[in-house]
């Protein structure tokens, strides 16, 4: 596959000068209009909490009524555990849940119990602290230092914006 070639547009560094102040100049006005975008966001999230608020409130209070008015008739549900209804189900269902004291509590017994297969680890490499390993720990580890020139294009905003306000 032949690799493709670019030609700059730039012929001089009066030329890479005017590109990082144009580099410049564009994360201003993104930076504008990311905060343009915020603050909409910010009403339109008002607006709906505000619109949606009454909603919420009246579907819980509908929620609780439905609650109050099946455990007055739980016998009902001893044999046939749902009730079909033309606009939805009531139903009993039984559920199991592990209520947990205090998680470090439980952990530490798990471990003492020897039960640490129902412990989650979350566990994976760390990079930034294998960066100080030599190559041979590395290569052990299924891992190796990769080196490389990266260039860094920075355009100073504090002389863009004094130039841009002047």
């Given amino acids: 596959m032949a690799r493709r070639i670019t030609v700059s547009e730039y012929h001089n560094w009066n030329d890479v000068d005017g590109g990082l102040r144009r580099m410049g100049e564009i994360d201003m006005e993104i930076t504008r209009l990311e905060g343009d975008l915020t603050l909409r966001v910010n009403r339109l999230r008002a607006d709906y909490d505000r619109r949606a608020e009454g909603l919420k409130t009246a579907r819980r209070t509908i929620e609780a009524n439905i609650e109050s008015f099946a455990e007055e008739r739980k016998g009902e549900f001893a044999k046939i555990r749902s009730k079909e209804l033309t606009f939805g189900v009531v139903a009993y269902r039984v559920v199991h849940r592990v209520v947990?004291?205090?998680?470090?509590?439980?952990?530490?017994?798990?471990e003492t119990l020897g039960l640490s297969a129902y412990l989650r680890v979350a566990k994976e490499p760390d990079k930034e602290a294998m960066k100080a390993l030599?190559?041979?720990?590395?290569?052990?580890?299924?891992?190796?230092?990769?080196?490389?020139?990266?260039?860094?294009i920075e355009p100073n905003m504090e002389r863009i914006t004094d130039k841009t306000s002047a």
């Fill in 100 to 110: 947990i004291k205090s998680k470090k509590a439980t952990v530490a017994a798990l």
């Fill in 134 to 152: 030599d190559a041979g720990t590395l290569a052990k580890a299924g891992a190796s230092l990769k080196t490389a020139d990266q260039l860094t």
